[in-house]
């Protein structure tokens, strides 16, 4: 059981300058979306450019994009943890293979 933390995940450079952002998207929407699509989580789109998975124990990954050189890469990542489970297993997956730091 973790105590509610809440923290944003970021390279040791700018989002749009990290050469892995594409990477770290595949990896973070790789992970999620089958439990999304088996009913474990949810995915929002709040507007074009923001996206949260979320489960029922209030975990939960939001996303901010911006299209840069017509292309969308990942410009924050914010996560919020109540408990362990597949968001956080998710983040501490960004945090290992991507060199992500918590800000």
Same mark, same amino acid.
Request: charged fraction near 20%.
């Given at each position: 059981? %973790?105590?509610?933390?809440?923290?944003? %995940?970021? $390279?040791?450079?700018?989002?749009?300058?990290? !050469?892995?952002? @594409?990477?770290?998207?595949?990896? %973070?929407?790789?992970?999620?979306? $089958? #439990?999304?699509?088996?009913?474990?989580? *949810?995915?929002?789109?709040?507007?074009?450019?923001?996206?949260?998975? !979320?489960?029922?124990?209030?975990?939960?990954?939001?996303?901010?994009?911006?299209?840069?050189?017509?292309? !969308?890469?990942?410009?924050?990542?914010?996560?919020? =943890?109540?408990?362990?489970?597949?968001? *956080?297993?998710?983040?501490? @997956?960004? !945090? #290992?293979?991507?060199? =992500?730091?918590?800000?």
């Amino acid at each position: 059981m %973790l105590n509610k933390v809440k923290y944003e %995940l970021a $390279p040791r450079i700018d989002w749009l300058g990290f !050469e892995k952002n @594409e990477q770290v998207t595949k990896l %973070l929407f790789d992970s999620l979306v $089958p #439990s999304v699509n088996k009913g474990l989580l *949810s995915y929002v789109n709040f507007t074009f450019n923001t996206g949260m998975f !979320e489960d029922d124990s209030g975990n939960s990954i939001y996303v901010t994009f911006v299209v840069f050189q017509k292309v !969308e890469k990942i410009q924050s990542i914010d996560i919020c =943890l109540n408990t362990e489970g597949i968001i *956080s297993q998710t983040a501490y @997956e960004l !945090e #290992s293979t991507f060199g =992500l730091f918590r800000k």
